[in-house]
């Protein structure tokens, strides 16, 4: 165990250090690297070939890493925090977040399931499963526009489960007059559909933003503002895993590899280092930038 955290260590450090711009063959050096990394393992690791590793190689590739992604998942779940969704880069991963930056659940798209019935959409069998501990729970959820329907809306509204998302105008039951929406900047369409809300917001000259919300049964505009509050309401809760995004992005583990089981294992190394982060400031009281946080992590 104390081996697996030092290569653990060692990783986190290394995307620490490329984002100063270190080459990996710096690190080492006796003359110009870090102590750190030469004190804690050697650059060139080989595995011992007392392990049989037949039965992991004949696994999927995608379950050789299963075991470490649910583990780590099982303990994101336990926050009970509000709910966000957003798909996420490097893999083909539904990730669910919160306004707070943390992520919550995540699950593995491959674009079908085996256990989708025929009546289902795929769209909303991976929200709802992905939702699964946080519905009946009269929750909210903010999520851009990848699996967005109105079908969505009322599976999750018959889970006591409100939406507000991002809707492409490419939807077969996206009404035509919002399909086909150009006003002065700044004009606002609302249709209505049973519990559903659909808001067209003129946002830019050659572009509008339609939003579905049944959290919202009608939508007002302030007298002293210019954007609905369907929109606004998107914008302060989508935020949280936009930033979550953009710092897995900043300061980053991964490397060049061949393999994209390594690229999983990396970025479950990323969120778990920004959930490390986020839950030490709230615990502590602790005002501690990330990169600080990382290198005493590493230690």
Not at 149 to 177: F, G, H
Not at 184 to 208: E, M
Not at 281 to 297: A, P, Q, W
Request: hydrophobic content about 40%.
């Amino acid at each position: 165990m104390a081996e697996l955290e030092a290569f653990i260590s060692i990783i986190i450090a290394r995307g620490a250090y490329a984002a100063k711009g270190l080459e990996l063959s710096t690190l080492w050096s006796s003359i110009w690297g870090p102590s750190f990394f030469t004190q804690t393992m050697a650059r060139n690791i080989y595995f011992s070939n007392e392990w049989d590793f037949s039965a992991l190689c004949e696994m999927d590739s995608y379950k050789k890493v299963l075991c470490v992604t649910n583990l780590y998942m099982s303990s994101c779940s336990q926050q009970q925090l509000d709910v966000h969704l957003r798909n996420t880069w490097p893999i083909n991963h539904v990730n669910l977040g919160s306004r707070y930056k943390y992520l919550v659940n995540r699950f593995p798209y491959f674009g079908k399931e085996d256990d989708l019935s025929s009546d289902q959409l795929l769209g909303s069998y991976i929200v709802l499963l992905l939702l699964e501990l946080y519905l009946q729970c009269g929750r909210n959820v903010t999520k851009d526009n990848l699996f967005t329907s109105l079908e969505l809306s009322w599976a999750l509204n018959d889970k006591k489960t409100r939406l507000v998302s991002i809707v492409n105008c490419t939807r077969r039951k996206v009404p035509l007059i919002a399909k086909n929406f150009k006003q002065q900047l700044y004009a606002t369409y609302v249709y209505k559909h049973k519990d559903t809300t659909l808001t067209v917001y003129q946002g830019k000259f050659n572009n509008n933003v339609i939003l579905l919300s049944s959290l919202h049964p009608s939508v007002n505009i302030a007298a002293n503002e210019e954007t609905p509050e369907t929109i606004q309401y998107y914008n302060f809760t989508q935020f949280g895993v936009d930033m979550m995004d953009q710092m897995a992005r900043k300061h980053y583990v991964k490397s060049a590899s061949r393999h994209w089981p390594v690229h999983v294992f990396f970025n479950v190394l990323d969120l778990a280092c920004i959930n490390a982060w986020i839950l030490y400031k709230e615990v502590t009281g602790r005002k501690i930038k990330r990169m600080k946080f990382i290198l005493e992590l590493c230690k």
